[in-house]
Structures are given as C-alpha cells and as structure tokens.
C-alpha cells in the first residue's frame, strides 16, 4: 500500500510588521525550522512549493528563484510559485500533495510568505484589489475590504443582518 502524503514538519516566523526582514530572511527562517522539524535536511527535499500572492507589494516578483538564494542547499531544488489570491498557502499545499501523490518528488517544502508592509497604506489596498475582478471591482471605494463589505451588504440583503455572527 502506498504511504498518503502527509505534513511532518513546520514553522513560522512572529506575525506582524517586518519591515526590516527582506523575503530571503522570510523563506530561510522558516523553511530552515520547518525542515529541521520533519527530521530532514535541505539536501533532502526535491521539490519546492512557493505560495506568494504579491502583486507589487515587493518588486522581486520571481519569488520562487529565492529558496535557492535563501538556502544554498536548495539552489538546484526545482521550485515553483502559486498564486490564488486569498488561496495562495492553500494552492501551493494542493500542488505539492500533486506531486509527491504521483511520485515526482519525496519529499516537498511549502512555503507561503507576503511582504505587505513595505508600501504606504493607500497601495496596499489598490495592490490587494488586484485579487480582485478588476474590470467590475477595481475602482471599489475601501479597495479590497470594500469588495468583501459589498459582498457582506449583498448576503445580509438576502438572508438578514449576520453582524453578530461576524
């Protein structure tokens, strides 16, 4: 019987504000723990899985070139990036489980990382409206919280006032 994938290490650097810690630092201070917590080392993983939305909130935007500048021993690692707007983490976790479930690799390291707080506020909401469908959504007033308060206003239109429930 064939093992099912399954996580066996992680980590995470302290949430908030880390306007001195470049994406680099993001991906080797975390990747480096998570992979010491399955037991592993770098040279053990053969597949790389970047979750990273961006969409200007850095100018690297090839962020999946960075595990191999972060950590020397995955710099011939093949490693992709995903991006799914709010999915992101999640879509590159479904990618790795893709590849380890049909053999290509053994053994994967996700990692999902943002870097928001390098912009002014202002950008950071005409940044995240690139989730998105700009066409219709782009010039919401509020930008991104905007298009979920419309979505919101929409639901307690139909089904009642859920304030309590939010």
């Not at 504000?17 to 770098?42: C, F, H, K, N, W």
């Not at 935007?61 to 972060?70: C, E, H, Q, R």
């Not at 990382?113 to 919401?140: N, R, W």
Request: with cysteine; aromatic share 8%.
């Amino acid at each position: 019987m064939t093992p099912h994938p399954c996580i066996v290490g992680w980590s995470h650097t302290r949430f908030g504000q880390l306007d001195a810690v470049d994406l680099e630092a993001l991906i080797r201070d975390t990747a480096l723990p998570a992979i010491a917590s399955a037991g592993l080392e770098p040279s053990d993983i053969d597949g790389v899985f970047i979750g990273h939305f961006n969409a200007g909130f850095v100018r690297q935007d090839f962020s999946a070139s960075l595990v191999g500048v972060a950590i020397e021993e995955l710099r011939h690692a093949p490693a992709v990036r995903m991006e799914n707007a709010c999915a992101t983490g999640s879509a590159a976790i479904w990618a790795a489980l893709d590849a380890l479930g049909a053999g290509r690799v053994q053994r994967a390291l996700v990692i999902g990382l943002e870097h928001m707080t390098g912009l002014p506020s202002a950008q950071i909401g005409q940044t995240l409206l690139k989730c998105s469908y700009v066409a219709q959504e782009g010039d919401t007033p509020g930008g991104f919280a905007g298009v979920f308060g419309q979505i919101a206003s929409t639901y307690f239109e139909r089904f009642g006032d859920q304030s309590d429930a939010l």
